[in-house]
């Protein structure tokens, strides 16, 4: 058997809505809006929020939150230790973080999958020039 910390963290599942009413950017707290569209439950979504606040946080100040530091985190978080991971899978699934180097820190994989997902429907589906725009 796989522990959680160790399994495949090859992609995430993230809610993808058309209304115009629900874009993110129209959203009072945009940051719990996204997590939302990754997590289930409300609780969760907003521990994922948190820690994503304290990578950014901490890889400004350049002192990036250490994997080591996990007992920390789930104490921070009051969280048990599978569900600290599985929230930490997906989140590095997503590709909002990455983990170089025993350090999370943000990652642009997550930009640069939307925006490659959006070139290509533009392109190959819709038949228009990207460029035109």
Known sequence: MVSVKDAPRTSTTIV????A??????????YFSLMRRLFQEDATA??????LMMV???QKSGNPVKTSEWQDII?????????????RNK?????????RNNEYRLSGQFSRDLMDL???WQ???MGENPDDA
């Open 16 to 19: 993808i809505r058309s209304d």
């Open 21 to 30: 009413n629900a874009r993110i950017t129209r959203s009072r707290d945009p």
């Open 46 to 51: 907003m521990r994922g929020q948190k820690f």
């Open 56 to 58: 950014e946080e901490r």
């Open 75 to 87: 104490n921070d978080l009051d969280v048990g230790r599978a569900s600290f991971y599985s929230m």
């Open 91 to 99: 989140l590095l699934g997503a590709g909002l973080i990455s983990n």
């Open 118 to 120: 959006a070139r290509w």
């Open 123 to 125: 392109t190959a589906i």
